[in-house]
């Protein structure tokens, strides 16, 4: 269903109502979108399948990992919120941000995405030169992806997708164990399955005026989306199938049981789709992660069945 898309353009820097009585601080963290930060939850994977959840160095480790790659993933949106103002002053959801709404200054922002980017990095060398390569590959990356790479069809949902991977093989790294090519396979297309459904649906609220607020979307298509989709969905149950009854799986964990938890992904793809399909979500993942209750219930008990299985082997 196409929806209005108008909304009151602002001055550049000029706080808009609603906005303008905010302090600097709030405007700031507003900006740095802490509820987008369940992404960085990725990070904790290595800890969960690499056998290291109740080792408290190792939980100490992905824990300062996560707060690392909450920092990054705030200066990435502070980057894309500057370079995107203009646009998103025309989109009706977006221009409610700090930046686009002008609660918070340009010159602020860019003060603040270089400092924390500063501290992020420089705390990321205590974890480990390796940690740091990947920490910095991942800001790097979507540094590319909010100036050049998302103008780029098929390649700026892929940059997103390698964005997942970077944190969970962070994750891992951090605690020094081995993550699984399956995992990592399982990973992308997991990203990619969410990528691909955000563009649908900023497709699906802009309607005609999709292009006109960002040009990419034009070479994107409904149709087209839902193809892609289609290939993903099931490429990512199929590898997560044969992740789990792989013998090498078996003999990693000592337990042939792990497949008994296919069925919550199953049902959480199936309920995510449901969600952009027919309750019109997919805009902002997180936000649908943590305010559809099914499914955080699902990922909850998918993770819970997970730890039991491969922590107390039937």
């Known amino acids: 269903m196409a929806r209005s898309t108008s909304s009151p353009v602002a001055v550049p820097d000029t706080p808009v109502s609603g906005v303008s009585g905010r302090p600097f601080a709030l405007n700031l963290l507003n900006a740095l979108r802490p509820g987008q930060w369940t992404k960085n939850l990725l990070v ?12 408290p160095s190792a939980v100490l480790r992905a824990l300062a990992a996560f707060a690392i790659f909450c920092g990054l993933s705030g200066v990435v949106y502070l980057l894309n919120d500057i370079l995107d103002r203009d646009s998103d002053r025309r989109h009706p959801l977006k221009s409610k941000r700090p930046i686009a709404s002008g609660a918070l200054s340009v010159h602020a922002a860019t003060v603040s995405a270089i400092a924390i980017g500063a501290l992020a990095l420089a705390g990321s060398v205590a974890l480990g030169w390796t940690f740091a390569l990947v920490a ?50 399982c990973t992308i297309l997991l990203a ?15 309607a005609d005026d ?30 997560y199938v044969f992740y789990t009854i792989s013998p090498e799986t078996q003999e990693k964990f000592g337990t042939p049981w792990l497949g008994l938890t296919i069925p919550f992904p199953l049902y959480g793809i199936f309920r995510y789709l449901y969600l952009v399909h027919r309750r019109e979500g997919g805009g902002s993942p997180s936000e649908l992660l943590l305010t559809d209750r099914p499914l955080l219930v699902c990922v909850a008990l998918w993770a819970t069945a997970v730890a039991v299985i491969i922590y107390r082997p039937i």
């Open 44 to 55: 904790f994977a290595g800890l969960l399948f690499g056998m290291q959840l109740f080792v």
């Open 136 to 185: 910095a590959a991942y800001l790097g990356l979507q540094a590319l992806y909010s100036t050049s790479l998302k103008h780029v069809v098929i390649i700026d949902v892929l940059t997103l997708s390698f964005g997942f991977v970077l944190r969970a093989v962070a994750g891992a790294v951090a605690v020094n164990v081995e993550f699984s090519h399956w995992l990592l396979v």
């Open 192 to 206: 990619l399955f969410i990528a691909l459904n955000k563009r649908r649906h900023e497709i699906t609220l802009l």
């Open 210 to 239: 999709a292009a006109t607020h960002r040009p990419i979307l034009g070479e994107y298509s409904e149709y087209l989306l839902d193809q892609m989709i289609a290939v993903v969905t099931a490429s990512t149950l199929i590898s």
